[in-house]
């Protein structure tokens, strides 16, 4: 068993978009209450993320768009999207959540932690160059993939988006970087309605249909994902950990299990070690089933800890 890095900020609990809103603060609490009942709780690692600078959210955002978003402290609660709601208490939310990122690649690469979960909100995939769209505000594994890049020089990054959303942000940020392979696997069709078309050597796009199951899911990533990460050779993965695939969570029509996140997981770390001197850092994008989400998690947290 290892120990792996656990990143959190109480400011991530702070934002709320409102009554009845999927990604509300209970889901950090829904994690944090099953690792306690998982006796996980005590075996991790645990840090208060910094907020991130305007210089590490520069590589992947416009500095306008940056601007505008912590403009919000100051300003009355607006939606930027017909989903997306920004609060006073967001912009401080969305600095810690991507801050995280930032953390977990400088534990991981200075080998103090051999892998990290990053537990923050808002999440971040959706969020686009100059643009808060699907929940998201800064592009969260996108800060994290650009600081292991400009920071520590590495040559090929991988970043593994298992939300049952595609992570259009992600892609749009990275698009013309060859340094990133990007894999995601989403229901499709499904918001955000792209991704399936997608033609690229190092954007590697899965899109699955409704009720697809574990078979097909994992049959799909192996017959795509896991070969294009093989031959790429990547230095570090990185792991966009989405569980609203699961088949107790009502955002959608793919129906996985906890053992399908602990499998995707094993696959992703065999890899990592392969290539990569095991690094690899995990951060929180979707899941809306509170007690799935949590059982999820805890899971998926295992296998980073090799306990599974």
Same mark, same amino acid.
């Given at each position: 068993?290892?120990?792996?890095?656990?990143? @959190?900020?109480?400011?991530?609990?702070?934002?709320?978009?409102?009554? /009845?809103? %999927?990604?509300?603060?209970?889901?950090?609490?829904?994690?944090?209450?099953?690792?306690?009942?998982?006796?996980?709780?005590?075996?991790?690692?645990?840090?208060?993320?910094?907020?991130?600078?305007?210089?590490?959210?520069?590589?992947?955002?416009?500095?306008?768009?940056? =601007?505008?978003?912590?403009? +919000?402290?100051?300003?009355?609660?607006?939606?930027? &999207? %017909?989903?997306?709601?920004?609060? %006073?208490?967001?912009?401080?939310?969305?600095?810690?959540?991507? /801050?995280?990122?930032?953390?977990?690649?400088?534990?991981?690469?200075?080998?103090?932690?051999?892998?990290?979960?990053? *537990?923050?909100?808002?999440? /971040?995939?959706?969020?686009?160059?100059?643009?808060?769209?699907? +929940?998201?505000?800064?592009? *969260?594994?996108?800060?994290?993939?650009?600081?292991?890049?400009?920071?520590?020089?590495?040559?090929?990054?991988?970043?593994?988006?298992?939300?049952?959303?595609? /992570?259009?942000?992600?892609?749009?940020?990275?698009?013309?970087?060859?340094?990133?392979?990007?894999?995601? #696997? +989403?229901?499709?069709?499904? @918001?955000?309605?792209?991704?399936?078309?997608?033609?690229?050597?190092?954007?590697?796009?899965?899109? !699955?249909?409704?009720?697809?199951? #574990?078979? $097909?899911?994992?049959?799909?990533? !192996?017959?795509?994902?896991?070969?294009?990460?093989?031959?790429?050779?990547?230095?570090?993965?990185?792991?966009?950990?989405?569980?609203?695939?699961?088949?107790?969570? &009502?955002?959608?029509?793919?129906? !996985?299990?906890?053992?399908?996140?602990?499998?995707?997981?094993?696959?992703?770390?065999?890899?990592?070690? $392969?290539?990569?001197?095991?690094?690899?850092? #995990?951060? !929180?994008?979707?899941?809306? =089933?509170?007690?799935?989400?949590?059982?999820?998690?805890?899971?998926?947290?295992?296998?980073?800890?090799?306990?599974?």
């Amino acid at each position: 068993m290892s120990s792996i890095a656990y990143l @959190y900020h109480p400011d991530c609990m702070h934002h709320d978009m409102g009554v /009845g809103h %999927p990604e509300c603060p209970a889901r950090f609490s829904a994690i944090e209450d099953q690792l306690i009942a998982s006796k996980l709780f005590d075996f991790i690692r645990h840090y208060e993320a910094p907020a991130a600078t305007r210089e590490q959210l520069a590589r992947v955002h416009d500095k306008k768009y940056i =601007e505008h978003v912590l403009s +919000f402290e100051h300003k009355p609660s607006t939606y930027l &999207d %017909p989903d997306t709601l920004i609060t %006073p208490q967001t912009p401080k939310a969305a600095l810690h959540a991507a /801050g995280a990122l930032v953390m977990a690649t400088d534990l991981v690469m200075k080998k103090q932690a051999k892998a990290a979960f990053c *537990n923050v909100r808002p999440p /971040g995939h959706h969020a686009l160059h100059d643009q808060a769209m699907g +929940f998201c505000f800064f592009n *969260n594994v996108a800060v994290g993939a650009a600081h292991a890049i400009h920071h520590y020089g590495l040559r090929r990054v991988a970043i593994v988006d298992i939300d049952v959303h595609h /992570g259009n942000g992600t892609e749009d940020i990275f698009r013309n970087e060859p340094r990133v392979l990007f894999c995601s #696997s +989403f229901e499709h069709p499904f @918001y955000p309605f792209c991704g399936a078309d997608t033609v690229s050597d190092h954007i590697i796009n899965v899109p !699955l249909a409704a009720n697809t199951g #574990s078979e $097909k899911f994992r049959e799909a990533m !192996l017959n795509h994902c896991i070969p294009a990460l093989h031959k790429f050779e990547p230095q570090m993965i990185f792991i966009s950990a989405g569980f609203d695939a699961h088949r107790d969570d &009502d955002m959608s029509h793919v129906s !996985l299990s906890e053992r399908d996140y602990a499998w995707i997981t094993q696959e992703l770390l065999l890899i990592a070690d $392969k290539f990569g001197e095991g690094r690899v850092v #995990s951060t !929180l994008e979707g899941g809306y =089933e509170l007690h799935s989400l949590g059982r999820s998690v805890a899971t998926h947290i295992k296998v980073l800890m090799r306990m599974y």
